[in-house]
């Protein structure tokens, strides 16, 4: 399976729904893939990036702590799969555990680890989207609209 590397460009509420979607960007290339994700996954997505430490662990550090305790590292969070509008990701562990995941969790994960976040080059071309030069300047909203949010915005949805 050929798959690419994707970085999170980060998460947003879309309106009139209030539904929160995270946005990854290829590494070495110009497709953007937005994923429906759901509030809590939202909020933990949004702290890791504004570097907020809660007082006590949310489930993603958890699983992070306890991945550590038991040695058994993550490695990589691979989306591998867009089947009826749902995607599909995996945690590999170690010297290969596979473990499924939904997207949303594992992008959670994998930026408290530290590791790398690939897609499957058929989600990609089935999900990505190319957002024309113009529209460059949507993506640089986003990204000071992140800029004004807190992870508390998420938490009424």
Not at 5 to 21: A, D, S, Y
Request: overall charge negative; glycine content about 6%.
């Amino acid at each position: 399976m050929r798959v690419k590397e994707l970085n999170v460009v980060g998460v947003r509420v879309e309106l009139p729904n209030n539904q929160p979607i995270v946005l990854l960007k290829e590494v070495a290339g110009d497709r953007y893939l937005p994923i429906w994700i759901g509030p809590v996954e939202a909020t933990a997505i949004a702290f890791e990036q504004q570097g907020v430490r809660p007082t006590r662990p949310l489930t993603h550090d958890l699983l992070r702590d306890v991945l550590g305790a038991l040695d058994a590292p993550l490695r990589k969070v691979e989306i591998v799969e867009l089947r009826d509008n749902v995607f599909y990701a995996e945690l590999v562990i170690g010297d290969g555990v596979r473990v499924s995941s939904r997207p949303s969790d594992a992008i959670a994960l994998a930026l408290r680890v530290g590791v790398t976040i690939t897609c499957a080059e058929a989600v990609l071309e089935e999900a990505g989207i190319i957002i024309p030069d113009e529209q460059e300047d949507e993506v640089a909203k986003f990204r000071e609209f992140l800029d004004t949010i807190s992870p508390e915005d998420f938490a009424g949805s």
